[in-house]
């Protein structure tokens, strides 16, 4: 309990306050900060378990986009191989237009490719595809492997199909560092919470 004159100080009274006044108000303050206490101790569970759930969650999501990654690579290397043992071969023509992409390495390496688009015809349908070179093609068409019943699944004769790729594994590093900066955030509020 505080004295006289911390709580004259306190609540800005005068001290011409009769004591009754005084004792009167203290014990108001003192059953409001109560109060407090008890809300406080009423919600800090549940805040903390909210706070826990919140962090399972983001660790459950932190999984799903690395499993995803995981399942993209799996259904590019089971549509190759399924394109390597039953696929059909054709011609294709490249299109005149191709992007130029250049990707620069950490080490200050780069590596240069142009991508293309190509075209071709199964039983007077015609299906598209896109592949990368190293350096400028010679000749207007290529071989292509596809698979006869879905042309629209496939490659360039000689190398990976590698087309499917989910949005969580193109940006999987961004999603990564904000599923982390959060779970940190949230590790931060929950120490506070239990420790303050």
Do not use: C
Not at 31 to 43: F, I, P, W
Not at 83 to 98: F, I, M, P, Q, S
Request: positive net charge; hydrophobic residues 35%; charged residues 20%.
């Amino acid at each position: 309990m505080l004295s006289r004159s911390v709580w004259v100080q306190k609540m800005s009274l005068n001290l011409n306050s009769s004591d009754k006044e005084l004792e009167k108000m203290i014990a108001e303050e003192e059953e409001r900060n109560l109060k407090s206490a008890k809300r406080s101790k009423r919600l800090k569970p549940l805040v903390v378990t909210l706070v826990i759930m919140m962090i399972g969650g983001l660790t459950y999501w932190i999984y799903r986009v690395l499993m995803a990654t995981s399942y993209d690579a799996k259904i590019n290397e089971a549509v190759d191989a399924r394109l390597n043992t039953h696929g059909a071969k054709t011609t294709a023509e490249l299109d005149r237009v191709y992007n130029e992409v250049t990707t620069i390495y950490k080490g200050g390496g780069q590596y240069k490719r142009n991508e293309y688009t190509y075209s071709f015809n199964v039983n007077g349908e015609t299906y598209s595809g896109e592949g990368s070179f190293m350096g400028s093609i010679k000749s207007p068409t290529i071989n292509v492997v596809y698979d006869p019943e879905s042309p629209n699944i496939n490659k360039m004769e000689n190398t990976s199909y590698s087309r499917y790729e989910s949005l969580s594994s193109m940006y999987q590093g961004t999603f990564l560092l904000v599923g982390v900066v959060l779970i940190l955030m949230l590790l931060g509020i929950l120490w506070r919470i239990l420790f303050s």
